[in-house]
């Protein structure tokens, strides 16, 4: 069954029947009641699906040898889930590390569970032991974010090659100023326009506005002439479609898209993508002054503490603030004569027990 996740129609997402009820009815309740993305349900599917998958084998219900797809899950019952340790959680955690899960794959497998087994407990009382309660994992290393250069970053406007290249720099360029998501710029309308800002329907489908500046404006003003054209535009909705179908473009679309502009700019096979536009973005307006809960409202994040990754060109700053001492240029001074002997030999202890240096 598929997993995948439409962001611009995500009732069209897989009904997720191949896992145990419980299990769906979490899934549900993370859709209506916690207003969960999409993307996040989905996530939550594929780590616990993998979890009880995981369990078959271990209760002697699949052969270990069974392809993981093939291990059916409906029959689990919420007696079968009351079984499950503590010792449970922490071996199919082993597990995950040895099939070559990171950290941050690992701690988000343990979320899930977290979760699902919270849930069970807290909100529908078909538990009353929760296994994973004081589990942790630490906080995984944040690791730095990629990004373009300011000079990386105008060489990939300048070098756009596109039959619709109207289309094309209008998507690199709102990438590269508003910093938005892949999933935020797919579903952008053509009524999310007023004046000079744009309304993004962020993660949790929250709203924001984020301000256009010249930049963007120029170009979005350029390809909606182009767009208007269109002799089959199909979603008069979508502000990115394609030139040959007039349909919005899906995501799926878009990466393929920057891809190529990224090619196009010599700037391919070094990790970029358009996440890596948004850390772009970031990185530049927080260079350019920006303070940080602006550029928290302008990313949309939930909290200042995963705006403030983007402090790391601060460390650039801080070279170039020790390269300022008057003092940065003197050099290395070749001994002119012998220190006097002064008593007690190089490096040795004095009688008081201090060091003589």
Not at 19 to 28: G, R
Not at 175 to 193: H, K, P, Q, S, Y
């Amino acid at each position: 069954m598929s997993s995948y996740i439409d962001v611009v129609h995500p009732e069209r997402h897989a009904p997720y029947l191949d896992i145990p009820d419980d299990v769906i009815e979490y899934l549900h309740y993370l859709d209506f009641v916690k207003l969960r993305s999409p993307r996040t349900v989905n996530g939550y599917y594929l780590d616990l699906r993998g979890f009880f998958r995981y369990m078959m084998v271990q209760w002697n219900r699949a052969d270990v040898d069974t392809l993981p797809e093939n291990i059916p899950l409906q029959g689990i019952t919420t007696a079968d889930i009351k079984t499950i340790t503590k010792r449970d959680i922490f071996s199919y955690l082993d597990y995950a590390r040895n099939a070559d899960n990171g950290p941050k794959a690992r701690a988000r497998k343990l979320s899930a569970l977290k979760g699902f087994f919270n849930y069970m407990c807290t909100q529908v009382n078909k538990l009353t032991v929760n296994p994973t309660e004081n589990i942790s994992l630490g906080t995984p290393q944040k690791a730095l974010p990629k990004y373009l250069t300011e000079d990386e970053a105008v060489e990939l406007l300048n070098n756009i090659q596109s039959d619709f290249y109207a289309r094309d720099y209008c998507i690199i360029t709102l990438f590269l100023n508003c910093g938005m998501r892949l999933a935020e710029l797919v579903t952008i309308d053509m009524g999310d326009f007023r004046d000079d800002t744009i309304r993004i329907i962020g993660k949790g489908n929250k709203e924001r506005l984020v301000y256009l500046n010249d930049a963007c404006l120029d170009a979005l003003q350029r390809y909606k002439k182009v767009r208007a054209s269109l002799p089959n535009l199909a979603d008069k909705d979508a502000l990115f479609v394609s030139k040959r179908t007039g349909k919005r473009l899906s995501a799926r679309r878009i990466e393929q898209i920057v891809a190529r502009c990224l090619q196009s700019a010599g700037l391919s096979g070094r990790g970029f993508s358009p996440h890596k536009l948004r850390h772009t973005a970031a990185t530049l307006m927080y260079k350019g002054g920006v303070d940080m809960l602006a550029l928290k409202e302008i990313l949309g994040h939930e909290n200042v503490s995963t705006t403030q990754i983007y402090t790391h060109i601060n460390r650039e700053q801080l070279r170039q603030a020790v390269a300022a001492s008057p003092l940065a240029k003197q050099k290395y001074v070749e001994e002119k004569h012998s220190m006097p002997d002064l008593g007690g030999g190089e490096d040795e202890e004095s009688p008081d027990g201090t060091e003589n240096s």
